[in-house]
């Protein structure tokens, strides 16, 4: 039995349509790293979870910003 622990980073980002969501899910869906993600597009900080044993926020940021959304990490 595998002891994997996730990190789960939290971001508020600008992806606030169905169309947006589905704009970013091949690049999500694609990355070896990130295990599992969701947004909540009916936050007002749409509200991007990503569970990742090994990215780190800055490299979470640089792949979103990359497809020309905004990004930022929220505090918990």
């Known amino acids: 039995m595998e002891n994997e622990i996730n990190n789960i980073l939290i971001f508020g ?7 947006d969501k589905k704009s970013i899910s091949p690049i999500l869906d694609a990355h070896p790293e990130i ?9 007002i900080d749409s509200v991007l979870r990503i569970e990742s044993q090994n990215l780190s926020a800055e490299q979470i940021i640089k792949l979103i910003t990359e497809q020309d959304y905004k990004c930022s990490e929220l505090s918990e």
């Open 13 to 19: 980002t600008n992806i606030k349509t169905e169309k």
């Open 35 to 43: 295990n599992q993600w969701n947004i909540d597009l009916e936050d």
